[in-house]
């Protein structure tokens, strides 16, 4: 995975953190797709991020997804990355919908490297949109998909919703406890 990490930022030009070396890898039974790496994934930013797509990051939307995953028991098995997996810059900066298409493009291919995948997890409205534009609207048969909240703050902060983000992923983990 490390090698299709490198060549999708050759191939494209981009920034592409790699995956948390923590997590599944190809084992993955759950993926968690997220907007867009945020600046703690880049090691190249003035305060120095670590290199990963991981919740073991130093913020607080890895913090929340960290959080709610340790709460549920669901550890094993899981992978997280993004429907655009390359850097943008600031949190602030949102993915057009070139980028949303072209990020979804290679999530099939990432899709494809991970034999045992059971869940899509899409975390938030970005990821929610870009599936449900480029991915979803095909013939593409592939694992279930699944909606929640997106981890960060200004997220979770809205009345109700970090129950129901906790809620949705307590449900993940009994589902894939009972699968």
Not at 109 to 116: E, F, G, K, S
């Amino acid at each position: 995975m490390r090698d299709w990490a490198e060549d999708l930022a050759n191939r494209r030009g981009v920034h592409v953190p790699q995956f948390d070396p923590a997590e599944a890898g190809e084992e993955a039974r759950v993926l968690f797709v997220f907007e867009a790496p945020g600046p703690m994934t880049n090691a190249g930013n003035k305060r120095p991020g670590s290199g990963f797509i991981s919740v073991d990051n130093n913020d607080a939307t890895a913090a929340n997804m960290w959080n709610a995953r340790n709460e549920s028991g669901l550890h094993e098995g899981a992978l997280a990355w993004n429907i655009v997996p390359w850097y943008l810059g600031v949190a602030s900066r949102k993915p057009t919908n070139d980028e949303l298409r072209d990020g979804a493009s290679e999530l099939v291919d990432l899709i494809a490297l991970l034999p045992r995948l059971e869940l899509v997890v899409l975390g938030g409205l970005y990821a929610q949109k870009g599936w449900q534009r480029h991915i979803g609207a095909t013939t593409f048969v592939g694992p279930d998909v699944v909606d929640m909240w997106h981890p960060s703050p200004l997220s979770l902060n809205q009345p109700g919703r970090r129950e129901e983000f906790n809620e949705t992923v307590r449900l993940l983990a009994s589902r894939l406890d009972s699968i």
